[in-house]
């Protein structure tokens, strides 16, 4: 389950253990308790809270700082794995310098975080300041637990999270975020007769933060479009249509039922489909697929109800809405088109609007509400979670830089990123707290195949020992 090259070696070692306990978004209640047993056995103080944060303390010298990483991961699996993560450990491997998923995700995404902070309060590692590790749950679906957490429990003026993936990268800022639910009823003939299954897969989806300017295609917007072809060529009527996992993940795959005559033309289509697809995706997405199967169908949609329900995804947006203009090269506001399903005849779906400006972000939502509006649909936004505004005469920043220079004889690169972090909700909580996030080298997360350079692990280790020695 997990290569006993590294099992036995600082942060692997603990690494390991998390990877063997079932923890996606929501289910966070063993990996709980561990945190929970790893600071009796050591006698370790710790305090937890009726959701599941913990909070874990190690006295040193001086001040305090705060360490911070979220113990849930997103958990997805190429189609046709077996992997169950409410039950499976997580299987990875050495690849060269890398340790991967392949089936699944690895969790390396924020679970090599939470092993760092294991490292330092199980090691011996002498003339560091006294610690305060929070673990917080459910970060991925919305950054939940960092909203929960009892405030008093921090003393610290600063804080290190250590969710970020990009060892050289310190992030100083990030985009705050805001979901909005779409929900549309629709009426239903009773027909008996042929129908079409149209699955979209084999996209490389990826986080919805990081990876929306890459240009991956969104299996949700392919498919709708698959269908409004079908429809206006073949007079097909949609039934159905459904994808995506999760608010944070740009869809991979995603398929709908289509009732139609013509079915050897509906698969002859598709097929021409599959490669204007591949065409309009050259270089960015060269495995797209576009299936056609032929079904029986007892029902399908009124014409009504198909027309504006393909419509509407048709008009929502996915991808950028304005670059930075502040940042050179930096995504300001941006939207993923994340989740559609079918529940009591009605369709829902559910979409995430990032941004690093509170006004965008919310003119954004408000402009996305207005296409559910013209499309008769309810429109719920969530509270959703504010940005980091970045300090760069932060007195962390530069203990930071001045570190990664006596390590590694060079300057580090200060950025703010696209994707959402716990500091904004922390630092607005707790105040008055001077903040940074870093990470070693992980890539592809929150996609099959996510993987961690286990070198990166190693120069991290040694860089945030220095950092943290400098701060005393």
Request: glycine content about 8%; aromatic content about 6%.
């Amino acid at each position: 389950m997990f290569p006993i090259e590294i099992a036995d070696k600082p942060v692997w070692k603990f690494f390991k253990e998390i990877c063997a306990i079932p923890h996606t978004s929501g289910d966070e209640e063993r990996i709980s308790k561990y945190l929970i047993s790893f600071a009796k056995t050591r006698g370790l103080t710790f305090e937890s809270d009726k959701v599941g944060n913990v909070l874990i303390r190690k006295p040193g010298l001086g001040a305090p700082i705060l360490l911070q990483a979220h113990m849930d991961m997103v958990g997805e699996s190429l189609v046709g794995s077996t992997h169950d993560f409410l039950t499976d450990p997580i299987t990875a491997v050495i690849e060269g310098d890398t340790l991967v998923a392949h089936e699944t995700t690895l969790g390396a995404d924020n679970g090599i975080g939470v092993a760092l902070m294991l490292e330092l309060l199980h090691g011996d590692y002498q003339d560091l300041p006294a610690l305060e590790c929070l673990f917080t749950i459910d970060e991925e679906r919305g950054l939940v637990g960092a909203l929960q957490f009892p405030t008093e429990w921090i003393t610290a003026k600063k804080l290190i999270n250590l969710d970020s993936e990009d060892l050289g990268h310190i992030c100083i800022g990030c985009a705050g975020g805001k979901d909005i639910r779409i929900n549309l009823s629709y009426d239903i003939e009773e027909f008996s007769g042929t129908a079409v299954k149209v699955t979209v897969e084999q996209l490389n989806g990826g986080h919805s933060g990081i990876e929306i300017a890459s240009g991956h295609a969104n299996a949700l917007q392919l498919t709708a479009r698959v269908c409004r072809e079908l429809e206006q060529l073949l007079d097909a009527r949609l039934i159905s249509i459904s994808g995506g996992t999760k608010h944070n993940a740009i869809p991979r795959s995603a398929e709908a039922l289509v009732a139609v005559e013509n079915t050897e033309g509906a698969v002859s289509m598709c097929s021409m489909i599959e490669k204007d697809f591949l065409e309009e995706y050259k270089g960015i997405e060269d495995s797209i697929t576009v299936k056609c199967q032929v079904v029986k169908t007892q029902n399908r949609l009124s014409v009504e109800s198909a027309s504006k329900i393909i419509n509407l995804l048709l008009a929502l947006p996915h991808g950028v809405r304005k670059m930075s203009g502040v940042v050179s090269g930096l995504v300001e506001t941006s939207c993923n088109l994340a989740i559609v399903n079918w529940q009591d005849n009605e369709l829902s779906i559910l979409l995430s609007v990032r941004s690093a400006v509170e006004p965008a972000k919310n003119a954004f939502c408000e402009s996305i509400a207005a296409v559910g509006n013209l499309a008769g649909a309810d429109v719920t936004m969530g509270s959703g979670y504010p940005g980091w505004a970045p300090n760069q005469s932060s007195n962390l920043l530069k203990t930071a830089k001045a570190a990664y220079s006596d390590c590694f004889g060079a300057s580090p690169v200060v950025e703010a990123i696209h994707a959402g972090l716990e500091c904004g909700i922390i630092g607005q909580r707790v105040g008055d707290l001077d903040m940074i996030s870093l990470g070693p080298d992980i890539c592809d997360v929150h996609i099959p195949g996510e993987s961690v350079n286990i070198p990166s692990v190693t120069s991290f280790l040694d860089y945030f020992i220095t950092i943290l020695r400098k701060l005393n």
